[in-house]
Each structure stands twice: as structure tokens, then as C-alpha cells.
């Protein structure tokens, strides 16, 4: 797995905040939650909403277009969506926030 800091210390709020950031040309929705962090696609299955956009209920990211719901955590739509978001690991580290990447070279980039 390949870990990219894509948030330097010095730019990640201490409050609550939903935005994007770019890694080699793909957006990822960055999610903070109380000391959660988490990392998600950003582009919405549904119709291709921007999921920063968006915002949190209990622990899911609320689409702002149709409002579909995704898990946090397992990216997992809202029952009778049938829809999912890929996930992906973060790990706050002394210099910043990182994303840890597993899909091969080729497919992410
Ligand atoms: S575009 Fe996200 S719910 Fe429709």
C-alpha cells in the first residue's frame, strides 16, 4: 500500500469539515468527525454529485443532489439504494493527514 499525505498538518481545522483534495488528478472527499477521519471517492454513484458538497448524519455523507446516504466507514449506501463508495484507509500522522492507496499504480493514476 502506498500512504500520500494529502492534508499537511497545518491545514487541517480543528473543527468538523468536508472538502476535497486532489491526488494525481482524482478528488477524494476528506471527511472530519469529532477525532474521525476518513477518506472517500468523491464523485457520487447516483448522478455524479460532489459529495464535499455534502454533509454528515450519523456517521454517513449525505449526497446534497437526491440525497443518497453513504456509510462512513464501509462506503455502504443506505438500504434500497443499491449503490457504494469507495473507501479508503487514513492514518493522521506528525506531519499530516494520509491516505493509504492499494490499487495498483496503473488503475489509480
Ligand atoms: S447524485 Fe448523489 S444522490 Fe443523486
Known amino acids: 500500500m502506498n500512504w500520500i499525505n494529502v ?4 491545514n487541517i481545522a480543528s473543527d468538523d469539515f468536508i472538502r476535497t483534495v486532489q491526488v494525481s488528478g482524482r478528488k477524494l472527499c476528506i471527511v472530519k468527525v469529532g477525532k474521525e477521519y476518513y477518506a472517500v471517492q468523491n464523485k457520487c454513484p ?3 454529485a460532489d459529495l464535499s458538497n455534502g454533509w454528515c448524519e450519523s456517521g454517513k455523507l449525505v449526497c446534497p443532489y437526491h440525497r443518497h446516504e453513504f456509510d462512513l466507514k464501509t462506503g455502504r449506501g443506505a438500504a434500497g439504494q443499491g449503490n457504494y463508495i469507495d473507501t479508503y484507509p487514513v492514518e493522521l500522522r506528525e506531519d499530516g493527514l494520509y491516505i493509504g492507496i492499494s490499487e495498483p499504480w496503473w488503475k489509480f493514476w
Do not use: D, I, S, V
Not at 492534508?7 to 497545518?10: E, S, T
Open 7 to 10: 492534508l499537511p498538518l497545518r
Open 46 to 48: 447516483h448522478a455524479g
